[in-house]
């Protein structure tokens, strides 16, 4: 389909681009990669007469190390995110996850703030942001404002950005030393959206024996990403020598084919609780629940695996 009609603003500056917005109102759009705003203009699932394009602007971009985080410009490609030394060494785990998005054209286009600004609940990244509890740069005419992500995905497709206001760049705490990460999801085909995805990061003691603290975040298991705070709980202090394995066998003869005696899987149990799962061709609110406690279970095992390797 073509596009109903619009006018079209490459601002020069990020001041300039936040006063057109706030002109505009609602009737504006932000343009960066357009990975995710192109196919719905193309549909008419989305008509603004105004496009803004920020995709060149200098402010929106660049990866930096500062204190306690890395600061991730809006408009930086998944392709740069992925290749990254500075996350690849400080933020593993969203290098990790950025590279299973869509394919490589997608991430040669598509952003890391448009992503997030799209709020879809089958994208790979938000759910990576609430495991991690990143924060949003939020900038406006009127200022600036940080938004933790617990705070910024408030509904389907909807975040915390009023009109007049953009998605500036994204906060990624460091967490240290001690963490294994890892993202699991299930789709598919290679390019599909995850029927579900589970993002996890897992601290251990120094022995390597005990979970001392995890991060667990769903995707696609409600209208916007879900913190497992119910798994977090059940598996700190986990025991990881009582670990049987993905098809809950052990090397000590202690595993069972139900999961007894494995405390990850006991945990993971937990990670449909207080969901809200959609129903649509890929599956139902059901399967998208086994599929949360199989993937959390994997994913949990591959993070404290990781970390008793540091």
């Known amino acids: ?3 109903a009609s619009f006018d079209y603003l490459r601002p020069s500056s990020l001041e300039e681009a936040v006063r057109a917005l706030a002109d505009a109102g609602e009737d504006a759009k932000v343009l960066s990669g357009g990975q995710s705003l192109l196919p719905l203009l193309r549909l008419r699932l989305a008509y603004p007469s105004l496009l803004v394009d920020v995709g060149r602007l200098e402010e929106l971009h660049g990866i930096r190390d500062e204190d306690g985080h890395v600061r991730i410009g809006a408009a930086v490609t998944h392709d740069e995110v992925m290749r990254s030394p500075i996350v690849n060494a400080e933020c593993p785990l969203v290098a990790f996850a950025t590279a299973t998005v869509a394919d490589p ?3 040669h286009r598509g952003t890391f703030g ?3 600004a799209h709020a879809d609940p089958a994208g790979d990244l938000p759910a990576v942001a609430v495991a991690l509890g990143m924060e949003f740069v939020i900038r406006s005419a009127g200022g600036e404002r940080v938004v933790p992500a617990g705070e910024f995905f408030v509904d389907y497709l909807e975040t915390a950005l009023e009109p007049g206001e953009i998605l500036a760049a994204v906060l990624v705490p460091k967490l240290g030393e001690g963490w294994g990460f890892h993202y699991e999801k299930f789709h598919r085909t290679a ?3 995850a029927i579900v995805g589970v993002a996890a990061a897992a601290r ?3 022995d390597g024996r005990r979970v001392q603290e995890a991060r667990v975040g769903l995707t696609n298991m409600g209208p916007t990403p879900v913190r497992a705070t119910r798994v977090e709980e ?3 202090g986990a025991d990881l020598g009582a670990y049987t ?3 809950g066998t052990s090397g000590n003869g202690n595993g069972s084919r139900n999961g007894h005696g494995d405390p990850l899987r006991q945990a993971a149990e937990a990670a449909a609780e207080g969901t809200s799962p959609p129903s649509d061709l890929n599956g139902t609110p059901d399967y998208r629940r086994h599929l949360a406690r199989v993937l959390t279970h994997r ?3 591959a993070a404290a695996a990781a970390a008793a390797a540091v």
């Open 1 to 3: 389909m073509i596009p």
């Open 105 to 107: 054209a997608v991430r």
């Open 245 to 247: 394995g993905p098809y």
């Open 234 to 236: 059940a598996v700190r």
């Open 114 to 116: 448009g992503s997030m």
């Open 204 to 206: 251990v003691s120094q």
């Open 299 to 301: 994913a949990l095992a």
């Open 191 to 193: 390019q599909a959206w």
